[in-house]
């Protein structure tokens, strides 16, 4: 019962002083319940099996948007220091296409921070509705 959210717990003891409150048959209400019970604690089951297959998914996602945000900027690091160390020898205008290289991997680390963003507030309001 610990590993179960804080909604599900709610839900199976307001089923349970319901039944409480309900008059039945000896017989028949030991199957109804026995039957009921099985069936609650099935979906239980499979809504933290889900849960938890949803934060693995969101896990995975967020890994690989962190790895290509980490891809991205070792690129960026790597040109900007090339950069630097031939600055003398170069002449800053004609190699347009090296800050060119670098502002468009920072408009891709942007973009990708923002879908962190994203997915963040989904998550704050999935929980917020639990």
């Not at 199976?12 to 604690?41: F, H």
């Not at 003398?88 to 962190?116: F, G, Q, T, V």
């Amino acid at each position: 019962m610990e590993d179960l959210s804080w909604k599900t717990k709610v839900k199976v003891l307001a089923d349970a002083s319901t039944r409480r409150n309900q008059p039945q048959l000896p017989e028949e209400s030991d199957s109804k319940d026995e039957g009921s019970m099985k069936l609650k604690l099935f979906r239980l089951m499979y809504e933290t099996v889900r849960d938890s297959d949803l934060k693995v998914k969101r896990a995975e996602l967020m890994r690989f948007i962190m790895g290509d945000i980490t891809e991205k900027f070792t690129v960026m690091k790597d040109v900007a220091a090339t950069i630097k160390q031939l600055y003398a020898e170069w002449l800053p205008i004609e190699h347009i296409n090296a800050y060119e290289h670098i502002a468009n991997k920072a408009i891709e680390i942007s973009n990708l921070i923002d879908m962190i963003r994203i997915i963040d507030k989904k998550n704050i309001v999935r929980k917020t509705r639990d």
